[in-house]
């Protein structure tokens, strides 16, 4: 069987396997786009594979792999592709999911993004991400999330379509213009008017600090203000955070209650732009400055999977971030249909709860396109995007980030031709 993601297979333990079997792997490569940055960096074959533990122990010989825990059974085989001998069988793997623990309630929403490459380290670049992880089946066992409902009821508009909590917000105009002071209240009035209570920001480029914060506090919005990390590295944000604290100073009385968290970085591990442990200094250090300054609330950071497995430290030293902020697409995931979105999200949530200590997860971007090139059974049509997005939220409880309110022109179209199409107002 073919495993589209390498966090699929992991620290396999168990019994024997009696029948032939072909692994397949395949590991994302950061800094390549989407499609592009698949590689097949494995193959085994065995007939018949003695243990799994030896396969890991040979992958692990040849790539350096860190695994996740897994379990796996055998399956009748199935009709293998032209391209397949015949005797492939499929495996069916799902991560071992520790009993669920509360992170505590200073969590509260999350945050999501779809990012695109013409952007500078400085702007909020929006980044639909292709997650790292697989499309395995998952638990009924998944944390629910601190800003979750307590009756876990989804809410939704007046033609029944459902409201995610948040949505991702970028001030650029189609040209890549900035918008004026006035054409980010009319944005985030529309925001306002369908119920959605709070806004993902990427960056403070633009002069957001100032178009964007007193538009959102008028309109009873709260934000989720991120600091975007790119090529100039983690230093690159220091004058936006000093920026978002002589704002509150200054013009919000010190009041900090206008946001909901605050994200460092977005995908900056995953673009490539530092190391996990640099991040990981970084955060620490604008926390303790972001303290000093009077913000209370949640610090994070937004990644794919992968970025948590490689760099786990990220996500389990308890002094960096507060909760799990994870990125996940499920159109990047060629195994997934669009109703199968919300099975996707949880997956992934549960992986990550497997590498973080079962620390609280969030997902802080995921979305689905209207318009692009069909990747797998993931083919984007705005039928397709309203069934992902209703898979979506039913399964998050309308607790994530959805990526995006509207298209995003100023992007360039990307390998699948989706980057510009995430874009979901039609529903509305």
Not at 82 to 110: C, F, H, L, R
Not at 264 to 288: C, H, P, Q, R
Not at 312 to 336: E, K, Q, R, W
Not at 379 to 396: F, G, R
């Amino acid at each position: 069987m073919r495993f589209q993601n390498l966090l699929s297979i992991a620290v396999i333990s168990g019994s024997t396997m009696a029948l032939p079997i072909n692994l397949h792997l395949f590991k994302r490569i950061p800094g390549f786009g989407h499609d592009s940055d698949i590689k097949n960096l494995d193959s085994i074959s065995a007939t018949p594979l003695p243990t799994t533990t030896s396969v890991v122990q040979n992958l692990k010989a040849r790539q350096d792999i860190v695994y996740e825990t897994v379990y796996v059974t055998q399956e009748q085989p199935t009709p293998a592709p032209d391209n397949e001998d015949s005797d492939v069988v499929t495996v069916t793997v799902g991560i071992n999911q520790p009993a669920a623990t509360s992170e505590p309630a200073a969590v509260t929403t999350s945050d999501s993004t779809s990012s695109d490459s013409t952007a500078s380290d400085s702007t909020t670049s929006d980044s639909s991400t292709t997650s790292d992880s697989s499309s395995s089946s998952t638990s009924d066992s998944v944390a629910a999330t601190p800003s979750q409902s307590s009756d876990n009821t989804a809410s939704s508009n007046t033609n029944g379509f459902p409201i995610p909590d948040t949505v991702s917000y970028s001030p650029y105009n189609d040209d890549s213009s900035c918008k004026t002071s006035d054409e980010v209240y009319n944005d985030l009035s529309k925001i306002a008017s369908f119920g959605i209570s709070s806004i993902r920001v990427y960056g403070t480029d633009c002069n957001s600090i100032s178009t964007i914060e007193p538009n959102a506090a008028k309109l009873g919005l709260k934000i989720n203000q991120g600091f975007w990390i790119g090529p100039s590295g983690v230093d690159s944000i220091d004058s936006g955070v000093q920026d978002l604290i002589n704002w509150v100073k200054n013009e919000n009385g010190g009041d900090w209650g206008l946001f909901t968290t605050l994200t460092i970085g977005n995908e900056a591990i995953y673009g490539g732009f530092v190391d996990g442990s640099t991040l990981l200094s970084k955060i620490k250090s604008v926390k303790s400055t972001l303290r000093s300054a009077g913000w209370s609330g949640s610090v994070t950071t937004a990644e794919p999977p992968q970025s948590y497995i490689d760099f786990p430290d990220l996500c389990t030293d308890t002094d960096g971030i507060d909760y799990v902020g994870l990125n996940a697409h499920p159109y990047f995931d060629a195994n997934s249909a669009p109703a199968d979105a919300g099975n996707f999200l949880l997956s992934q949530i549960e992986i990550a709860q497997s590498t973080c200590n079962n620390r609280n997860v969030q997902i802080t971007e995921t979305g689905y396109p209207s318009a692009g090139n069909t990747n797998g059974k993931a083919v984007p049509t705005k039928d397709n995007q309203a069934t992902a997005i209703k898979s979506i939220l039913s399964a998050m409880k309308n607790n994530c980030v959805l990526f995006t309110l509207y298209d995003d022109k100023w992007k360039t179209p990307g390998p699948y031709n989706v980057e510009q199409n995430f874009g979901f107002i039609d529903l509305y």
